[in-house]
């Protein structure tokens, strides 16, 4: 046994926390981030976080991060530059794309399509063709073949990217070129597509692995300089990364397929969301992680976390498992405005980030932001971190007053405004994720975390009509919890597109099968032991003719005994719940999908002592907040006093090290066994 640590980089704050497996014993540390070397702050929070702990970085056995470098890279688009060998005739693979265009009916009149991350200047055909079945048609050219790589190296590129027709099943022709390019380009990452996404569509693939090309040169800096920085503090154990779909990778994964990490960062709020529902005996839950920038949220239904096959960020839309979250410009450093145009009052996406970060600060700032609002009304003490991160009242007070006189009314009007309209943006993205997929939110509790999530989930709520709303122990570092608490986990994918009539259930258990050997060999050289390895198996279900599928989960034991019937038959009741309605046409298996994970981790929780159900323990002062349009009377709590069973009534807040929970008039927060604040109405 040895200690774990949790490392999430947000825009303003990185997060750290420390776990010892064998009690579970945890210290938590928040440290500013720095966003030119993220690196810089982790090491910061490290020697801190150690020292705290009284631990030296050599007992620490696995550092486990989560990140957004990949997810800045596409954002600011610094990706490297691309080069793209296809197949003759395929050169405008990037350009045609597909034919959706988001937006209503004007979207398409004003919408500026993207440029795609391989420019067409960057993009080379080779002869040679593989069919649909795997044959070879039309053999390579080696001389083709190195003419075009010597036109992409005068080009300059920083990666490139394999993708030729069908490669999906014979991967032959893609790694033939590869070989030549590491003779032609050395030092060139080079990212394959029959590596990187076994499956049909060509664009899909293609964007892909076009994508998995521009983030890895920055991707890879970004891990080994890491490394080196752990190995000069003695930090020597296994470093992995957070992947978009909640399960971990070995960094030397990482540095190949960072495509994977492109919801990193949002992943380990979901992770560490579902440690803290098992433990409160919750199954159904959304998830409100609110940061510095931005607000995650996510919805977990008997245990489980909704996963899809396509991660979004920005305008770019790629073939990746991710956990379904969808992000707002909605955080504590969400700046208010009031456009001249309109005079109407505006909340975000822009956000005064770390540096200068809100008017409270002191850093700098002048701009007012959320946390500035906060800190007008009330809800936010001016003691954060324990008393180490000093807020300036004045200087918040000053920032808000521009809303107010643009507006021309009150001072806490405006501040109040400023929070209802943040609180509406967490609404809008939650409705996403619940109502408009099917989802009664009622039937759901509402958990709270990141810096700012507990301040805001009893009004989310409220509009929501999710209860109880959950603050976390430690909700601040969340997101760091999950990093530490999750396994590892990787997963392969093949394409069979077979009407059911054309297939039978022994093929599609050879397939399955080879799947499963492929992924456990993947888990055992990342050092998971073979015994601690569990497969689960998805495949893609459709009606023949429709554009898309719907992953339908599966195990080999049900399927062996039930047949690709009983499949087809949850496929019918799931499109029903989605789309409201089946159809007469023949069911269709598109792609089976095999995921290995390792041990789940069965960290223990510690208990609080039993109170007798009144907080005066934990009562810091008297504290004066403006809510329900008035000044209102309340109190102030110590949480690290709360014990078990005691009941908190509105307006209250409780503070701890890295957040801060708001309990609103006429509802009351009940602390359970393991010190979670769950706040229903009155």
């Avoid at 009031?338 to 809100?358: D, F, I, N, W, Y």
């Avoid at 709303?469 to 430690?474: F, I, K, N």
């Avoid at 499949?567 to 007469?584: G, I, K, P, S, Y």
């Amino acid at each position: 046994m040895g200690y774990r640590l949790g490392v999430d980089v947000g825009g303003t704050f990185t997060d750290l926390l420390l776990f010892d497996e064998g009690n579970g014993d945890f210290w938590r540390h928040k440290t500013p981030s720095t966003p030119a070397e993220s690196s810089e702050g982790i090491l910061t929070g490290v020697e801190a976080l150690c020292a705290a702990a009284g631990v030296s970085p050599t007992e620490i056995a696995y550092f486990l991060h989560g990140t957004t470098v990949a997810t800045n890279a596409v954002l600011e688009g610094k990706g490297a530059r691309v080069g793209l060998v296809t197949t003759e005739g395929y050169r405008q693979i990037m350009q045609i794309a597909r034919s959706f265009v988001p937006g209503g009916l004007a979207g398409w009149i004003v919408w500026p399509k993207p440029e795609p991350l391989a420019k067409l200047e960057d993009t080379v055909e080779i002869k040679g063709r593989i069919n649909a079945a795997g044959q070879e048609v039309r053999p390579t050219d080696d001389a083709d073949i190195r003419a075009a790589l010597e036109t992409l190296k005068a080009q300059g590129i920083e990666a490139l990217t394999v993708s030729l027709i069908n490669a999906y099943v014979n991967g032959t022709h893609e790694d033939r070129v590869a070989a030549l390019a590491a003779e032609i380009l050395p030092g060139v990452p080079i990212s394959l597509s029959h590596l990187v996404l076994p499956e049909m569509q060509e664009y899909e693939r293609t964007l892909t692995t076009v994508a998995n090309a521009a983030v890895r040169p920055l991707v890879g800096r970004y891990v080994r300089n890491l490394r080196d920085k752990l190995a000069k503090v003695e930090m020597t154990g296994r470093l992995s990364l957070l992947r978009s779909d909640g399960g971990l990778m070995s960094s030397q994964k990482a540095e190949e397929h960072p495509v994977g990490l492109l919801m990193s960062g949002p992943a380990g709020g979901v992770t560490g969301a579902l440690w803290v529902a098992k433990n409160a005996g919750l199954k159904n839950i959304l998830t409100l992680d609110v940061g510095g920038t931005s607000t995650d949220v996510a919805l977990i239904e008997h245990g489980e976390p909704r996963r899809v096959r396509t991660t979004e960020v920005g305008h770019l839309s790629v073939r990746a498992s991710s956990l379904d979250v969808k992000t707002v410009g909605a955080g504590g450093g969400s700046i208010a405005y009031v456009p001249e145009l309109t005079k109407a009052l505006r909340v975000g996406p822009q956000s005064a980030g770390a540096v200068p970060g809100p008017a409270a600060y002191g850093k700098g700032g002048t701009l007012p932001t959320v946390t500035d609002a906060n800190v007008v009304l009330g809800y936010l003490p001016e003691n954060l971190l324990g008393g180490a991160f000093k807020l300036d009242r004045p200087a918040s007070t000053k920032a808000v007053q521009t809303i107010a006189d643009a507006l021309g009314i009150g001072l806490m009007e405006a501040a109040r405004g400023i929070i209802d309209i943040v609180n509406e943006n967490m609404f809008g993205a939650l409705r996403m994720i619940s109502v408009q997929q099917g989802y009664d939110p009622r039937d759901f509790a509402l958990m709270g975390f990141g810096g700012a999530g507990p301040l805001h989930v009893n009004a989310v709520a409220r509009l929501m009509g999710s209860y109880p709303a959950v603050s976390p122990v430690s909700p601040g570092v969340l997101c760091a919890l999950g990093d530490a608490t999750t396994r590892m986990r990787t997963e392969t994918a093949r394409s069979l597109s077979k009407r059911l009539s054309e297939t039978d259930l022994a093929a599609v258990l050879t397939l399955l099968r080879e799947m499963d050997a492929q992924v456990r060999a993947q888990l055992v050289q990342d050092g998971v032991a073979e015994e601690e390895i569990e497969t689960g198996f998805e495949i893609d279900v459709r009606y023949s003719g429709q554009a898309f599928e719907v992953p339908m989960t599966i195990d080999l034991a049900t399927l062996e005994a039930e047949g690709l019937s009983a499949l087809t038959q949850r496929f019918d009741e799931e499109h029903a719940r989605l789309f409201t309605f089946n159809m007469d046409s023949e069911h269709e298996l598109v792609n089976l999908r095999a995921v290995a994970s390792g041990r789940a981790l069965e960290l223990p929780a510690l208990e609080l002592a039993r109170g007798d159900g009144d907080p005066a323990q934990a009562k810091l002062r008297d504290h004066t907040l403006w809510m329900d349009g008035a000044q209102q009377a309340a109190v102030i709590y110590d949480r690290s006093k709360l014990e078990a069973g005691d009941v908190i009534p509105g307006p209250a807040i409780v503070t701890e090290m890295d957040s801060t929970t708001l309990i609103e008039t006429r509802h009351i927060g009940t602390v359970d066994a393991f010190g979670n604040i769950l706040i229903t109405p009155v």
